[in-house]
């Protein structure tokens, strides 16, 4: 009998919203936004992937074109890594657009991922770009507002709820049914979404669906879902506890402009002045700064790198680099790439860490926020985040410094120590060596290594769930009737 009238509730607050004409036409417009935020990411993921595919082949087949050179050559020749976007990243962009997608590797140098999407657009870009998420994330929680702002206030503004609760219906069952009649709107709009969702995704895979990603996606399905429940109770409780339908709707949309406008951009702000970050010019500074204290392994007369030739000279007993049985220029190389690429990595990771720094302000935030808990879920699942971004600088150093060291060591065990004369062909080694260099291909972690970096916002979500199911259970007792 109890969740009978549960039930009755929230049919009956299901079929008042949609037999509401304006109501109606805002579910409307709001599915016509999703529809057109599905349609934008589909065709910016194939669009970007596919160009991305293209140059990434291009570039293989350019290295494997190369004729026979002198491995150092080869190792400034350098090569292109692109950035592959998740088949989920069509969901939520995420900030896909301000991440460079590709990285030229050569020797002796890191640069820094560059070509992002913000880099060639015009200046809307920073108003934020239309996607499934953004809608769900934005939108869903204003039609709830307007949905259930007065589901309770009006009843008393009218007097039928003395009637109401006269009627076996106590206020437990009314707020939870209420909550679960505002829900079923939301996912009214939400499921046909997934299934649309599920579709497009299957067909980005090629109809090649892993379970890594299959996981992702019901993770990412349960937090949206997850998300509209605790927004729905909230406005279901600021209803019931204003005496004004007027007070209850100003209260709740300055709730949404507090949580989804001023604290992320007050917590990103806040996050930048603790944690202040190196201009690119200043990194770039630092790391020149550190290589030259180490020595320069091109210049012959460097005393770090005139000692490692005493050693060596005395290690195999000549008197001259020439008489060596490896060739000398391509050892100092190999050594020079290690003590660069260690003075890169230790400068990358101390930026990385101010980074990290400045969004475990905005983590806890999220603990105050479920919106800004949810969009970094989001962001993680569909492979969109700054730790994916993170992911991808890493993997392309250790390939960049493994490409180095390769043709390091080419050139000490195939190139002579003997430099040819004027009229001699210029050192090099057969062309076949460059196809035993295997192409970049980017790794996504799998979800159980995302999940630990996200528990700060799993547990915001948690706590709010939870906090939502004890005050729809137990908050009756400082609810005035009148």
Known sequence: MKSGIIFTIAKHTYKTAFGNRATFALTLLLGTALCLATYIGWQNFKEQNNQRLHYKELVRKQWLAKPDKHPHRMAHYGYLAFREKHELSFFDFGIESFAGVSIFLEAHKQNTVNFSEAGFSNGML????????????????????????????????????????????????????????????????????????????????????????????????????????????????????????????????????????????????????????????????????DVKKQGDSHDPNDLHYAAIKDSLLHKYGVDDVKKLPFNYGGYIMAEGEKITSMIYSKHQQALNKTFEQQNSVMGMAGLLN????????????????????????????????????????????????????EDEKPLAINRAYWAEQPDFNYQFDSLGQVIPKELMSLLSIFIWLMASILLLQYSSRWIKTI
């Open 126 to 289: 920073r108003f934020g770009e239309i996607s499934i998420a953004m809608v769900l994330q934005l939108l869903v929680p204003l039609l709830i507002i307007f949905l259930g702002y007065d589901c309770i206030s009006a009843e008393r503004e009218s007097g039928t709820l003395k009637i109401l609760l006269c009627q076996n219906v106590s206020w437990k069952k009314l707020l939870w049914g209420k909550t679960w009649g505002i829900i079923g709107v939301a996912l009214t709009i939400f499921i046909p979404l997934i299934l649309l969702t599920i579709l497009l995704w299957a067909q980005l895979s090629d109809w090649e669906i892993g379970s890594d990603a299959t996981l992702r996606l019901i993770t990412l399905i349960i937090s949206y879902s997850i998300y509209f429940f605790i927004v729905s109770a909230i406005t279901v409780l600021v209803s019931a506890f204003q005496r004004s339908s007027k007070i209850a709707l100003t209260a709740l949309l300055s709730g949404w402009i507090l949580f989804t406008i001023l604290i992320p951009r007050v917590s990103q702000a806040i996050g930048t002045k603790i944690y202040p970050s190196p201009s690119k010019i200043e990194f770039a500074d630092a790391i020149s700064d």
């Open 370 to 421: 479920p919106y800004l808990a949810l969009k970094q879920i989001s962001m993680a699942l569909t492979a969109s985040d700054f730790n994916t971004y993170i992911n991808f600088q890493k993997q392309a150093e250790n390939y960049r410094y493994g490409l180095a060291q390769k043709m390091n060591k080419l050139q000490i065990d195939k190139i002579s120590n003997i430099a040819p004369g």
